[in-house]
Nanobody
Framework: QVRLVESGGGLVQAGGSLRLSCAASGSRFSFSAVGWYRQAPGKQRELVALKPSSGTTTYGDSAKGRFTISGDTTRGTVTLQMNSLKPEDTAVYYC?????????WGQGTQVTVSS
């Protein structure tokens, strides 16, 4: 059973930075993609960044120019470097991975940006 475990969330002031990390366990195979989504209170879950095993990395509009994703789809690890954070970035951030057409989610980590 694949399990994704996130770390690195917390409270930061506007303009600050945070780094989120995620690692998969229980997998013997590579992933076709790893990435991050987020969900703010009262809003739908939205894409932050997605890194496929081949092809172009995709960023959500809110992340472009401020966030950087890195990862290893072979090992199932992914990191999100978030800079110039804004209060509207406050959300629960979820690690995401795809393997053999199955979607996997982490438990979520809270990111709170104070103004």
């Amino acid at each position: 059973q694949v399990r994704l475990v996130e770390s690195g969330g917390g409270l930061v002031q506007a303009g600050g930075s945070l780094r989120l990390s995620c690692a998969a366990s229980g997998s013997r195979f590579s992933f076709s993609a790893v990435g991050w989504y987020r969900q703010a209170p009262g809003k739908q879950r939205e894409l932050v960044a997605l890194k496929p095993s081949s092809g172009t990395t995709t960023y959500g509009d809110s992340a472009k120019g401020r966030f950087t994703i890195s990862g290893d789809t072979t090992r199932g690890t992914v990191t999100l470097q978030m800079n110039s954070l804004k209060p509207e970035d406050t959300a629960v951030y979820y690690c995401y991975a795809v393997q053999s057409f199955r979607n996997y989610w982490g438990q979520g980590t809270q990111v709170t940006v104070s103004s």
